[in-house]
């Protein structure tokens, strides 16, 4: 039997695959790019498949930071599609090939992923409370007959599951350089 295929990400750490795992894989999921954000905590990965993967280190790992981190899936999400220039008479893939971190302002994190053509940020966020008490839904959540309602209420947040949210902010096309053509 084969061993392991280990592969070492700047002593951070190690993945290790046994050889049947690699059936399973195609090539839109080899990793094209890496990135850290400035405090080590998530780690992104870019993919040729235009996917970003969101790593967040273990609680465990934090209390030692010289030691090899455990990170596990925070979040995955369809960052690039295919797409085709139809001026060029060029197919653009859809791989990540670089993704960077913003420094961290509030409780959300920002990235920026880039394929040939577009840069796209990228707002990651974690909800763990929800509104209810909305006026005009009744405990179903269908709606009320507007004339059966006789008092409003201010929606409460109630606790619920952690979730991450990852919602594009914008997009950015990449400048090129134009052929101008000259006018008859």
């Not at 952690?162 to 134009?178: D, N, Q």
């Amino acid at each position: 039997m084969l061993s392991p295929i280990q592969v070492l990400c700047s002593d951070i750490t190690t993945l290790s695959l046994e050889p049947e795992q690699f059936a399973s894989y195609t090539e839109a999921d080899i990793i094209s790019t890496v990135e850290f954000n400035h405090t080590g905590e998530l780690l992104a990965t870019g993919d040729k498949g235009g996917r970003v993967v969101i790593f967040q280190r273990e609680p465990e790992s934090k209390s030692e930071p010289f030691s090899q981190g455990e990170y596990n899936v925070y979040s995955t999400f369809q960052s690039h599609e295919p797409e085709f220039d139809y001026l060029k008479s060029l197919e653009i893939e859809e791989k990540i090939n670089k993704i960077r971190w913003l420094p961290q302002q509030n409780a959300a994190h920002f990235l920026l992923s880039t394929n040939d053509k577009t840069i796209k940020l990228w707002k990651v966020s974690e909800r763990d409370k929800r509104p209810e008490g909305y006026n005009l839904k009744d405990e179903e959540g269908r709606i009320k007959d507007l004339s059966t309602v006789t008092s409003l209420q201010v929606p409460v947040l109630k606790p619920m599951d952690l979730m991450v949210e990852v919602s594009p902010r914008r997009v950015f096309a990449k400048l090129t350089r134009t052929t101008l053509i000259p006018s008859p």
